[in-house]
């Protein structure tokens, strides 16, 4: 596989459940990213992962909680959600330190919470 | 003051037209500049990169204009797959850091 690769690609789920987000990316690169995208909105900044340590977190509440255990994964943990989180939760991979940092993206988990 | 604005559009314009649109940013300390195109219900992929002394790739034009602080994208010769939302994005100082414009909606129609 190359690319980043975000599974599921849809999510429906209930303000109850519990449910996790995956990302892989196979581009050695050595940064991934969590984005929420609302309609007619700009991408929004949720959570940076560079070298597996955290490094931003942006006021995103504790309902989204990230996990990093290596550099190619990342994870998205689901919990209690609210209808307003319905979006899509784009993941993202760079390589911090080469010039140039453009993203490459995932495909997108396009959550519904019911 | 948003950090990246665009004018959402629509641009709806004939095939083999040229259209233009442009994005301001507030961070004069940014170095990097992107354009990338999304697709419907699709994730963002990158167009091209911006650098200052302006650049092509095939039919799109990049410009950028630090002392007004935007970037401006034109697409020349417009086809019907070239319909899309186009993505301002900016670096605002930091490496790994990129802030995102809301997007600016071409339609090319036949």
């Known amino acids: 596989e190359t690319g980043v690769t975000q599974t599921p690609r849809h999510l429906v789920m209930g303000m109850t459940n519990k449910k996790s987000l995956k990302c892989e990316q196979h581009?050695?690169?050595?940064?991934m990213y969590w984005y929420k995208q609302s309609a007619k909105k700009p991408l929004e900044l949720m959570f940076v992962y560079s070298l597996e340590e955290r490094v931003e977190n942006n006021s995103v509440p504790s309902r989204f909680s990230p996990e990093c255990p290596n550099s190619s994964h990342l994870f998205l943990h689901l919990h209690t959600l609210q209808p307003e989180d319905s979006a899509l939760y784009l993941c993202?991979?760079?390589?911090?330190?080469?010039?140039?940092?453009?993203?490459?993206f995932g495909s997108g988990t396009r959550l519904t919470v019911v | 003051r948003k950090e990246v604005e665009q004018d959402p559009g629509p641009f709806n314009v004939p095939e083999g037209a040229t259209v233009a649109f442009n994005c301001t940013y507030s961070?004069?300390?940014?170095?990097?500049f992107f354009w990338y195109r999304q697709d419907c219900r699709k994730e963002p992929k990158l167009l091209m990169s911006?650098?200052?002394s302006g650049n092509e790739d095939g039919r799109f034009t990049a410009q950028l204009n630090r002392a007004s602080q935007y970037i401006s994208l034109l697409i020349r010769d417009s086809k019907l797959s070239d319909s899309a939302t186009y993505l301002c994005v900016v670096n605002m100082g930091e490496d790994y850091k990129l802030s995102f414009g809301a997007g600016t909606t071409v339609t090319v129609r036949a």
């Open positions: 961070n004069s300390a940014s170095q990097s």
């Open positions: 581009l050695g690169h050595n940064a």
């Open positions: 911006v650098y200052s």
């Open positions: 993202a991979s760079s390589h911090i330190g080469q010039g140039d940092v453009g993203y490459t």
